[in-house]
């Protein structure tokens, strides 16, 4: 049974649900939503080259359907495929399609647009040029081939039991138009086969879509979906103004991930204003990331003591995260153990993560010291909101409890994930790690060159190349049973608590509220009558919503 | 070459009055009549004068003080105490946090005193001196200089200043390094840029009315017997025009600190103003501009304090710089 | 006519070298486009993108690149991963945004400027004419205080009273004329009257100061003898020589008005011009903000002009002068 409970010590007096509450409200047909976003995707939609945020995913999940969608239990069920079938040592899986499924201008969802659009993904698509993508799927598939107009199979180079989730890849996997997938404005010229089309889309104003009248998703009692006739997005960065304008009417729905949003909306639940809806299910961590690599010529993590054991455990020691969730997260998220939340595999309560011990902190710093001869400093790097900015000045301050010397600086929410990429941080707030399958992680963490080098994947921003995560992450992709991922997954948990490369914070809590008459977050029941997946860490599916007069 | 605007003959220009901060008053000066009617409230400084100048000295002595002062340091967390109202502990409260406000607000002053007296410093010296020239050689060399004026007047004040700021100060792992600037008081990387392109933004208003005020002056009799005497330009510039122009030069001055005090409350909202670790009167408002809108936990001190500090100062500056012109009046040259 | 080709001349002078200018400053800001559109690239991949968009290309082949897109009537185009587009396939052009965000700063600009001297005039007006008097001190004093409040502070506690509390109006957001003329009335009045008030002190004492000056003049003196009232000598033939200062000084302001309003923009979440150009700035959108740099520099010498010609209008000595010269 899904765990309504609240993920939190203090819950708002019911009024605030969680996910998997039973609303029992009748679905009614038609009206229009407006939609606050936290951020833009201004780098377009043309999924396989895209690098998706959370309003970007929003706006994906409204145009696309991707082949496999996860359910209430985290298993990946076939959602725009009809079958997702692997053979014995699952390494070939075919995928077989609904029939009669048609893209937005009119085009047949089969096989070979299935194809194209796979290895689009995969980069052997030539019109197409994925960056993330390429990395994730690239080495790893050997082909893709057209069984029969309805059937897709797919070879892949190792055993890999989590390849259902990747169809899914956070419902950044959408399934595009051929015309789409050739045309060379693929960014903005948006054809799937979702609920909704795409009308119009001024970036950093509005995104607006109407309601797709050949949707091949029904509700569970043969309704035709979405209910809604349209839906617009806004993209509105600061949270308050986001709050603001769901309490004055201007906004249907907003969502948020912050504490102080969230403490509002609680507040404005329980008087009844508004309809609340929390999730930490299957959440990202938050996290200050570690930039872990000495480099003699200055190029990679420029300037950083990470790279040193001490270093790391002093700042994991003189952090104090239950004053952290106490003061700035409004008792709201709870602490988190390590990567992997809990319902996910690999999730431990206790996965060894340093407990908050001062003394022991200044005797890292000083072992930091006698190690190096430097006193420990360090820089530490945020987002430029108010409320990031108040919290990074808190845990600054923890940090120099501990006698270190700590300097923070904010980066612009558009320059935000380079200053990652090109590795050029020392300390960075970060939140990533959604909780999907734990292979789906393997791109984020895995080597494929030896250590002490540095980790040569691209988007291992910390850097860190350790033997045990490299090769927990290689038999975990292969493994097939159950109980043994499991175990190789919480070795995997533990290691990162023994080596501290992140220093996790909290899981992330999303809220998504609305005006009292707008339901169904959640989504539809999924084509095998599944429940959906009470995450909103990677959004939700917009086909469910309505609102009542 | 086509004439500048304004185009009536030599009177002392007005000058643009910024959009989107605070707009400089800058008048035409009274003439002799105008200086007969205010002649009580001019010639001397006045009750109004005499608070803003003690107001003035007491925040320039609390940002120097600031190390010194008995009062919490800026960045310390009183536990417990998060959002609290005005209370014997905190007079000004504290903010989400739990750090005191008057020691922000007082460690605040440094920042933003530092960076508008710097700023118009620059500003000051470069603009003054171009306009300076400008107005005394005229001919060429003030066309040339008018016309560079006009091209960095043309874009406004506030985008130019976050263009620079942009260029110069925001590779992230840099904005923060420090280095000490005066003795003990360590200045991060941005607040230094910061200071460079809001000065290099000034310099052509400042240029302006150094211009403006030298027009006037150096046509003056006693700047032309100087001259037949046989005096070198640079001569007369420095020890008979410059005294004259100094006077409206300090009433600028004065107008420009409170100028840039709030412009650089502008580039903080936009979020390239001081790094948020050290707190400045700008930033402070940035870090609390939701805190009135907040429906649970919310702290208006965060934004309504460094606001009142600001209003007083900028009050008090422009206050002063307008009994200064005043005092001072340059007299009108007929059309 | 001559009057009309050296402005002509000079708009372009300005015009050139500020966007010289900008180009140049532009090229040296750290973190390029790409950064941006694709954070994650292999260094190869970040290489061609570059390419694709021409980034590769030295500034003053893109700056050619730009003025002969602009000689073609196109503003340019925003750069996206599908690569650098021509015109005609370009799926965001800069000319789009400025269409929907040009109204928008004008229409702020206009409000603030008429709120502003349909109060300055008249307490500049009465102010003058009660120099010394405890009418004059305490309007005084009230414009001071008027101008050391900060707009975007102003307009956050404008925000919070009149529009999450009262609930008048909607915290942020414009509503253009067209879609609803009240609400496009309603929106627009917080962020004027922020932009407004500081304003309204600056020309009321310009206003006044110059009125002082006209008033002690001989034609003032001999109205009054010949029986004229003071109203109409006020308002009929002081007012208008009076005017000079207030008028350069509201000329210069329209002009920083239009991009200069970033801040109140960013409170209010109002897509005009300043809202542009720092997203410009941020996104590191060279193409784009050259163009509005250019529309701003054109502006600015407009207004100038204008300026220079209602001088001419209001003030027969300057016309008498240059007929003269």
Partial sequence: MVAAACSSKKSGGGATTSAGEQDNTKP????????????????????????????????????????????????????????????????????????GIKFHDGTTLDAQVVKNNLDAYRGTYPARHPILFS????????????????????????????????????????????????????????????????????????????????????????????????????????????????????????????????????????????????????????????????????????????????????????????????????????????????????????????????????????????????????????????????????????????????????????QYINVAVQRNFQMYGWRNFPGSDPDSLFVWWHCNNAPPAPCDNLVNFGGFNDPVINSDLEKGRVETDPAKRQAIYEDLNRQFSKQLYDIWTNWTVWAVATQTNVHGIFGPDLPDGSKPNPGLATGHSMAGLFVTP | MPEQSPSPAPTVEQEPVVAGTQPLVLELPPTETDAKVEKSASKRLGLFGWVAIVWLALVTLSALLAPVLPVPAPDQHFIGHETEAISFAHPMGTDGTGQDMMARVIWGARASLLISVSSVVLGLILGGLLGLIAGYYRGKLDTFLTNLFNVFLAVPQLVLALALVAVFASDPAKVSSQFHWIVDWPVSQREFWLIISIGIVSIPIIGRIARASTLTWAQREFVLAARSMGAKNRRIMIRDVLPNVLPAMFSIALLGVAVVIVLEGGLSILGVGVPPSTPSWGNLIATGRNELTKIVGAAPQVILAPSVAIFLTVLALNYLGDVIRARFDVRESAI | MRAVLQRLIQLLIVLVLVTIFCALLIDRVPGDVTYTLAPVATPQQRADLRHQLHLDKPVYVRYGEWVDGLVHGDLGCYYGTSGYSTASQCPDKVADRVKDALPISLALMVYAQVLALVLAIPLGVLTAYRAGSLFDKSVNTAAFALLAIPNFVLGLVLAYYVGSKLGWVEPTGWIPWGDDPVGHIKQAALPTISLAVGQVAVYMRLLRSDMIATLQEDFVTMARAKGLSPARILWRHALRPSSLTLLTVAGLNVGT?????????NIFVIHGMGFLIADAIFRRQYVALQSYVAILAIGYVVVNFLVDILYAILDPRIRHARAVA
């Fill in chain 1, 28 to 99: 009614v047909m038609g009206g229009s939503v407006v939609y606050a976003q936290e951020a833009e995707d201004a780098g377009g939609l043309c999924l396989p080259e895209a690098q998706l945020d959370i309003s970007g995913i929003n706006y994906a999940r409204t145009i696309y359907d991707t082949l496999t969608a996860p359910n209430d239990k985290g298993d990946f069920v076939p959602f725009l495929a009809k079958s997702v079938d692997h053979n014995a040592d699952f390494t070939e899986w075919t995928i077989g399609l609904r029939e």
């Fill in chain 3, 257 to 265: 008005l239009i991009g200069g309003a970033v801040v109140i923009e």
């Fill in chain 1, 135 to 414: 990395l994730v799927f690239g080495p790893y598939v050997k082909s893709v081939d057209v069984v029969d107009p309805l059937t897709v199979k797919v070879t892949v180079a190792q055993p890999w039991p989590a390849f259902p989730s990747y169809l899914w890849s956070s419902g950044r996997l959408g399934i595009m138009a051929q015309a789409q997938l050739d045309s060379q404005d693929c960014a903005k010229q948006l054809i799937g086969t979702g609920p909704f089309k795409l009308r119009e889309w001024v970036v950093n104003d509005h995104f607006t879509a109407d309601r797709n009248p050949d949707y091949w998703q029904k509700d569970k009692d043969g309704n035709q979906l979405p209910y809604l006739d349209s839906i617009t997005f806004k993209p509105v960065p600061d949270g308050q103004q986001r709050l603001n304008g769901l309490t004055s009417g201007q906004f249907q729905l907003i969502h948020t991930s912050s504490s102080i949003d969230q403490e509002q909306l609680r507040a404005l639940a329980q008087q009844g204003k508004i309809t609340n809806t929390e999730s930490d299910k299957f959440a990202e961590v938050s996290h200050l990331m570690l930039c872990t690599v000495q480099d003699p010529a200055g190029k990679i993590c420029p300037g950083t003591p990470f790279w040193n054991e001490h270093a790391r455990r002093a700042v994991a020691l003189a952090l104090d995260r239950e004053t952290l969730i106490h003061v700035r997260g409004k008792d709201i998220p709870q602490i988190a153990s390590g990567p992997f939340a809990p319902g996910a595999i690999g999730y431990l309560a206790d996965a060894g993560f340093p407990k908050f011990n001062l003394d022991e902190a200044k005797k890292e710093v000083a072992a930091y010291k006698a190690d190096t001869g430097k006193d420990l400093e360090f820089t530490y790097g945020g987002t430029p909101d108010p409320e990031g900015v108040e919290t990074q000045n808190f845990i600054k301050a923890m940090f120099e409890a501990a006698g270190m010397k700590v300097s923070t600086y904010t980066v612009e929410q558009t």
